[in-house]
T-cell receptor, first 114, second 112 residues
Framework: AQSVAQPEDQVNVAEGNPLTVKCTYSVSGNPYLFWYVQYPNRGLQFLLKYITGDNLVKGSYGFEAEFNKSQTSFHLKKPSALVSDSALYFCAVSLYSSASKIIFGSGTRLSIRP | KAGVTQTPRYLIKTRGQQVTLSCSPISGHRSVSWYQQTPGQGLQFLFEYFSETQRNKGNFPGRFSGRQFSNSRSEMNVSTLELGDSALYLC???????????FGPGTRLTVT
């Protein structure tokens, strides 16, 4: 069965510093990997995806993620954090070629201090 | 384009009652998925509809059901509500053969 783990419940970073939100996955085939962000009282917003190709994926708001097949990881990164990046971040994995039946991680709360 | 809309945004029901939630996808999107979000269980997939047919289903009891209309609007129904059904219910729509989901703001259901 496929699963995704976000080992950190919370990540605290100072504004201007680089940030990393970790994600590891477990699937029996080739994964489709996603990152979503959720702001308070809002639905999820799509940030980026990895389907195939270049291991470094660039997404919205300056975020990027690196697919590492040997370590089964898909960490989210940003070179310089903004206070406005503070939110709940979800990593997700799917084996299917459509967007359906995605399995989400438990979420990581990112807090950027001024 | 207008985003995904969900109605109502907030709902309070009593245990044993039933509830219907509505989702209007982005124009042109034919796939609609539903998720339940709770602090304890996180985000869990309920089901997905595509062209009025249920395409995938998560591991939820039969009390949870849904449907999709010809205009792609979708409803989900929960019968015989339990306290544990209190959650944020999120709807997401996707264009055909796309990997990206666009989420609505959710309906927060409280069961007392």
């Amino acid at each position: 069965a496929q699963s995704v783990a976000q080992p950190e419940d919370q990540v605290n970073v100072a504004e201007g510093n680089p940030l990393t939100v970790k994600c590891t996955y477990s699937v029996s085939g080739n994964p489709y990997l996603f990152w979503y962000v959720q702001y308070p009282n809002r639905g999820l917003q799509f940030l980026l995806k990895y389907i195939t190709g270049d291991n470094l994926v660039k997404g919205s708001y300056g975020f990027e993620a690196e697919f590492n097949k040997s370590q089964t990881s898909f960490h989210l990164k940003k070179p310089s954090a903004l206070v406005s990046d503070s939110a709940l971040y979800f990593c997700a994995v799917s084996l299917y070629s459509s967007a359906s039946k995605i399995i989400f991680g438990s979420g990581t709360r990112l807090s950027i201090r001024p | 384009k207008a985003g995904v809309t969900q109605t109502p945004r907030y709902l309070i029901k009593t245990r044993g009652q039933q509830v219907t939630l509505s989702c209007s996808p982005i124009s042109g999107h034919r796939s609609v998925s539903w998720y339940q979000q709770t602090p304890g269980q996180g985000l869990q997939f309920l089901f997905e509809y595509f062209s009025e047919t249920q395409r995938n289903k998560g591991n939820f009891p039969g009390r949870f059901s849904g449907r999709q209309f010809s205009n792609s609007r979708s409803e989900m129904n929960v019968s015989t509500l339990e306290l544990g059904d209190s959650a944020l219910y999120l709807c997401a729509s996707s264009p055909s053969n796309s990997y990206e989901q666009y989420f609505g703001p959710g309906t927060r259901l409280t069961v007392t």
